[in-house]
């Protein structure tokens, strides 16, 4: 089977082949839109010396870091949220970082894994937009092909140890039935991420411009009829470990995320 | 005993001691802050031929509309919301209409009540107040002695008979924060008008300009920092009653609620 054959054939639902599929370079998008009946979430791998504190760093700052995972010194699966999980190879896309620098994004992170690594897996907002979506919510940034903004926020995480930092926020611009609704449909799911922290005035998370998000990526308008509606994001752990200056530090590139076996659960209705 | 030390000795959370001062005339305040363990309602008399007509209206209106009960014909009281109830005397203010025209406004409508009269109690937004307050949300109208502002909006309700017209709303002034937390502890009760309708964007509800409220009551200011919420009102059943051009309806007046003997539900923990 050529490759355009295979890619065809690949059935994007399916999170084990949307794994295969990855690890093997035949699929090397976004993984938004893919495996969408299953739990996605954040990689953050650190070296087992910090990885008691991050956890704790975690569960002190559950909004923005809810807790799917933890792995095993130097073990690249989790079989506790994948079969057949190689954490090194399978979202398809990584940031390493060595005393907080951004050294390498590689596709495949094997070359740089370690014996003492820690895995987390850390919910993450793809999985809650698969939930608005059924829920009716119209999620504009989608139908563009594009991407949430993040931000950087004025308010402090609660520190552990050597991580700390500002709260990063996801925001998607939403009417305000479609708000009202996204607040309550992500209230009832803690685990990617929970209620929004924060709507409607970016100034009250002290983002003096929606033109200026983090990384400078995702969609930043807000058109006539909507508002900004602000979540809670995993990055908040990506900025910590940045500024731990830890030696070795992993994480996922942005928009690969971890593909779980976990199924999405069903949503009550609202 | 004296007016004043009659007053003094009333226990104000007391829902049968607060009817009683009201009936004789000795509590002549908004009701808004009195019997804040009970649930309070909106009062809606119409002739018996209007009855079904209106109570198919509040059941396809329910954000609106809540219904707690519904009388007898002719009956003063209800049994099934208060044990001593005159709904002719109790709410210490009335609004009589005859053909859709506002002809009294007396504090004891009994002068003016019908043996084909059916009373019928809707659900009212101080119950959600007091509810909110538990919840940690700062309601600044009523720090400031006044109650929420009401619009009407350019949404059309689900018409039934002689029934129909635009949908009112009440609105208040929040934070961020305190907006979801709000949204989050209200739509857990449907009886008390839900979840807000709207918020942030006036506009959405067809409102060009806070400060033109239904009547002109109440607190109409959004401070920076702050967001209006809209959520929707039983003076929604008030409008529809005029429009209806009934030959005589009578509501409680502004404020002047009816007090019930049912306790206002625990909240869970948002």
Redesign the interface.
């Known amino acids: 089977m050529n490759d355009a054959a295979s890619l065809a054939a690949l059935d994007h639902s399916d999170p084990r082949a949307m794994r295969r599929a990855i690890r093997d370079g035949r699929f090397t998008g976004f993984t938004n839109l893919v495996a969408r009946g299953h739990v996605q979430g954040n990689l953050i791998a650190v070296p087992a010396v910090h990885a008691d504190d991050f956890e704790a760093y975690a569960r002190a700052n559950p909004e923005a870091l809810p807790l799917l995972g933890r792995g095993e010194p130097g073990r690249r699966d989790m079989p506790g949220i994948a079969d057949d999980l190689d954490i090194a190879r399978d979202t398809g896309g990584y940031m390493v970082f060595r005393d907080g620098e951004l050294v390498d994004t590689p596709r495949d992170a094997s070359a740089h894994w370690r014996d003492d690594l820690v895995p987390f897996v850390i919910g993450c907002s793809f999985s809650f937009e698969a939930l608005l979506q059924r829920a009716g919510v119209r999620l504009r940034h989608l139908e563009e092909g594009d991407v949430s903004a993040m931000y950087e926020t004025t308010r402090e995480t609660v520190p552990v140890g050597p991580f700390g930092g500002k709260l990063i926020v996801s925001m998607r611009a939403l ?3 479609d ?2 609704r996204a ?2 449909v992500s ?1 009832r799911h803690p685990g990617f991420h929970g ?7 970016p ?2 998370l002290g983002i003096a411009s929606l033109e200026d998000s983090y990384g400078g990526h995702g969609m930043k308008r807000v058109l006539p ?1 909507e ?1 900004p509606v602000f979540w809670a994001c995993g990055a908040t752990g990506q900025n910590a470990l940045r500024a731990a200056r830890l030696p070795l530090a992993i994480t996922h590139y942005k928009a690969h995320m971890v593909i779980t076996d976990l199924p999405l659960p069903e949503d009550m209705p ?1």
Do not use: H, K, R
Request: no cysteine; proline share 10%; net charge negative.
């Open positions: 009417t305000p039935a708000a009202i607040t309550l209230a209620a929004p922290v924060s709507l409607g005035l100034e009250d009829g508002l609202s």
